[in-house]
Nanobody, 124 residues
Framework: QVQLVESGGGLVQAGGSLRLSCSASGRTFSRLGMGWFRQVPGKEREFAAAIDWGGTSTYYADSVKGRFTISRDNAKNSVYLQMNSLKPEDTAVYYC?????????????????WGQGTQVTVSS
């Protein structure tokens, strides 16, 4: 069973940057697809970015493409989300998720395990 712990959230001004980290326990991390989702109160959790098990394929929501970069370090059992040019509408709780499947990584149902989330607040 994999456990995920996010870190790196916080308060930043519009135009600024943050780097989220997700640390995974367990020995199977290198075989997992990983994703980042975000959620604001009263709205559904939405896909932000994902990366396949080998780090060769990445996927982004249109709303973050060109501003966010997902990466992973399998030696450190970690996945990262570099967020640049942040906007107030990026404010949300960001969740790290792990997928044991090999299909699409852009849907919530693809993921088996979730972290507890980290708050990102972008002020205008």
């Amino acid at each position: 069973q994999v456990q995920l712990v996010e870190s790196g959230g916080g308060l930043v001004q519009a135009g600024g940057s943050l780097r989220l980290s997700c640390s995974a326990s367990g020995r199977t991390f290198s075989r997992l697809g990983m994703g980042w989702f975000r959620q604001v109160p009263g709205k559904e959790r939405e896909f932000a970015a994902a990366i396949d098990w080998g780090g060769t394929s990445t996927y982004y929501a249109d709303s973050v493409k060109g501003r966010f970069t997902i990466s992973r370090d399998n030696a450190k059992n970690s996945v990262y989300l570099q967020m640049n040019s942040l906007k107030p509408e990026d404010t949300a709780v960001y969740y790290c998720a792990a997928s044991q499947g090999s299909g699409t990584y852009i849907t919530i149902n693809s993921y088996d395990t979730w972290g507890q989330g980290t708050q990102v607040t972008v002020s205008s």
